[in-house]
């Protein structure tokens, strides 16, 4: 236990809590508060949890008196962040989600990095822990590439990447997330997360970063470990709120696209990522949701002019883009819906296999 102190500490490590089973979130906290770098301060947010968690977290704040637990009704993943962000007191901010954990260098390694480059954010990379054999997920981790500086006038090739929905250039692949990242605090503190979307909050998060920041420094090593096994995380979630939250996340990512308009490489990545998740919707059908159902959202999602004027134009060179863009041109849903599901099922098929 450190000494209690009115200085702000080097490191703010904002913790956003639902419900998290309270083995995994000891063992979140156990991880944050080994790290061989001794100048930071813990917030964890309570979204709105049950007893069991609540009575936990109060039990962690007083355990130790670099922990401060905020609560407040549930909002959602982003609101809690946001107001983890308004909290803080530290030069720089990191975040973490209680079910996952850090290597015990994150914050040194973070921290002696961000100093030496000047950089307004550090990215390292991420280790996939559990079931790595589910389809669409990967291990995003950076070994064996080299560090990069990417300075402002190179931005535009980051936003590409964020925007696309699994981002090929793996060195910068990390930007796609918020955790296993270190951000000056004066410039995340001008921005918050969306609150009014579940998914991809992390990617438009880092792309207005970047409307701030002068310089981002992304490195070879690994720093987070995510828990896939924790089934009821947000991540693992599809359900009747989440995939009509698709469309919203669709709607945002056309709208950070009309701003920077001027840009193919933008257009053509958030074309690409509005079609990773048009497919999600279209395989709602296979995955516990009714055919009737996944049409229903997918002929939403259609509707909306900002999403069909950003994939409309886009010409992509893979065969199975082609036949869903051109099907997406003539508004045939159930066409959409079949191709998406004999893909996911051919895929699974070929994981089994492997």
Excluded at 25 to 39: E, P, R, V, Y
Excluded at 61 to 79: F, H, M, T, Y
Excluded at 171 to 182: G, Q
């Amino acid at each position: 236990m450190i000494k209690n102190t009115n200085a702000p500490p080097h490191v703010t490590v904002i913790v956003p809590v639902y419900n998290t089973p309270n083995p995994l979130m000891k063992k979140c906290i156990d991880s944050i508060l080994a790290q061989t770098f001794g100048n930071f301060d813990i917030i964890i947010v309570n979204d709105g949890s049950g007893t069991s968690t609540s009575a936990f977290l109060t039990g962690l704040e007083e355990l130790d008196q670099r922990i401060k637990v905020i609560n407040q009704p549930n909002s959602g993943v982003s609101a809690a962040r946001n107001t983890g962000i308004k909290a803080a007191r530290g030069a720089y901010l990191a975040f973490v989600d209680a079910d996952d954990t850090i290597t015990s260098c994150f914050l040194s390694r973070a921290f002696e990095l961000a100093k030496a480059t000047k950089a307004d954010a550090v990215f390292g990379g991420i280790s996939l822990e559990g079931d790595r054999n589910v389809a669409g997920y990967r291990t995003e981790s950076n070994d064996g590439f080299p560090n990069i500086l990417i300075s402002r006038d190179c931005f535009n090739d980051v936003r590409a990447q964020i925007l696309r929905f699994n981002p090929p250039i793996q060195n910068i692949s990390c930007i796609t997330n918020v955790v296993a990242a270190l951000y000056k605090s004066d410039v995340a503190k001008q921005i918050t997360f969306p609150e009014a979307i579940a998914h991809s909050e992390d990617r438009i998060f880092n792309f207005r970063f970047l409307d701030l920041a002068n310089s981002i420094y992304c490195v070879s090593e690994v720093w987070y470990r995510y828990n896939r096994q924790n089934t009821d995380s947000v991540t693992n979630r599809f359900s009747k709120k989440s995939s009509t939250q698709f469309l919203s996340t669709m709607n945002a990512i056309a709208e950070l696209t009309n701003k920077k308009e001027c840009d193919k490489r933008i257009s053509e990545s958030a074309a690409d990522g509005i079609i990773g998740y048009l497919n999600m919707l279209c395989a709602a059908s296979t995955i516990g949701r009714s055919p009737a159902k996944a049409h229903y959202l997918v002929r939403g999602a259609l509707s909306s002019p900002s999403v069909t004027n950003i994939i409309d134009p886009y010409r992509p060179t893979k065969m199975y883009d082609r036949y869903f863009i051109f099907l997406v041109r003539k508004r045939m849903v159930w066409g959409l819906i079949l191709i998406s599901s004999l893909q996911r099922i051919l895929r699974g098929m070929r994981n089994r296999f492997t």
